[in-house]
């Protein structure tokens, strides 16, 4: 039987699948739906340094075989999440990860540094969200690379950067927050995107743009892993986008990507990795290779 170990920098994964942040809630919500033994990590959903109300509905929609999102990242504030949040972790089947968000480079060493203290084993910072006021910290090499110094500098556990699609320059991004300290990279979050009921003539989320995932993201989220793998073959990378089956977490692997998140996939179907898992194990044995970890950065060129 194939072997599905592997290592994302600095951490051993049982599985390279990692459950994404914002589509398995804060985890403990799903532990009777899902299996998450399946996963070598699973990412609870980003928490701010205060409570955040998020947008008004409506705040998803479905746009074909993709999907709309504008929640805002709605959350209780890193306290609470701490105190209401932390305890349920426990005996989940894989190690659980925290999300940090903030406006500021201030509130994300907050809520990291709170996490850490909280025992939790690694920080995922969510530079990208999509559905926030303002100019993201992901469209900006020196500011992403700040709030990573920082959280860095006040911090021990590794942490993980995540990146935009909508980044002009996603290598500049990925090199400046290596540099700064990040362990690895996840590329990426969703895509801008909007849409318009026709029957009220009113966008069909309240913030009229939103994060746009599912399937069609996939190839946005593979261009970003190729460029970044093809000129930092030594940074980790965590892919994410589109991922619905095993081929396509193969796909991943062969592209550059360490391990591979499932996201939006769980809206449909939260028993989702059961079924990957038995397609990516028939296809690393048709490939002939004794594991997931073989074919990282194996994509051969013309």
């Not at 990590?41 to 980003?46: F, L």
């Not at 746009?212 to 970003?224: E, F, N, T, V």
């Not at 930092?232 to 619905?244: E, H, S, T, Y």
């Not at 079924?275 to 290779?289: C, D, N, P």
């Amino acid at each position: 039987m194939v072997a599905f170990g592997t290592r994302l920098g600095p951490v051993s994964l049982s599985s390279p699948l990692v459950a994404a942040s914002g589509t398995v809630g804060s985890v403990h919500e799903f532990r009777g739906v899902t299996d998450f033994s399946l996963y070598g990590a699973a990412v609870a959903k980003s928490v701010s340094a205060d409570p955040w109300k998020g947008r008004p509905p409506p705040r998803l929609a479905p746009v074909g075989v993709g999907m709309l999102n504008g929640i805002g990242i709605q959350n209780p504030g890193v306290d609470e999440w701490i105190a209401h949040v932390v305890p349920r972790l426990a005996g989940i089947p894989t190690p659980v990860w925290g999300s940090a968000v903030g406006r500021t480079v201030d509130e994300f060493v907050r809520v990291a540094t709170a996490m850490a203290g909280a025992g939790v084993p690694v920080v995922e910072l969510n530079l990208s969200c999509p559905n926030l006021e303002g100019h993201l910290f992901a469209l900006d090499p020196a500011r992403s690379a700040e709030v990573v110094a920082e959280v860095r500098s006040a911090v021990p556990i590794p942490l993980g950067a995540k990146l935009s699609p909508n980044s002009e320059d996603i290598v500049g991004v990925a090199a400046a927050v290596a540099e700064a300290g990040a362990d690895w990279v996840v590329l990426t979050n969703t895509v801008w995107g909007a849409g318009i009921d026709l029957s009220t003539r009113r966008p069909l989320l309240s913030g009229v743009i939103g994060g746009y995932s599912g399937p069609p993201l996939k190839p946005l989220a593979m261009r970003c892993v190729i460029d970044v793998h093809r000129h930092i073959p030594d940074l980790p990378i965590l892919g994410c986008g589109g991922v619905a089956t095993g081929d396509d977490v193969a796909e991943y692997l062969l592209a550059g990507a360490s391990a591979v998140a499932i996201g939006t996939a769980h809206f449909a179907d939260p028993r989702v990795a059961g079924k990957v898992t038995r397609q990516l194990r028939r296809r690393l044995e048709m490939m002939g290779v004794r594991g997931a970890a073989d074919i990282v950065g194996g994509m051969l060129g013309w």
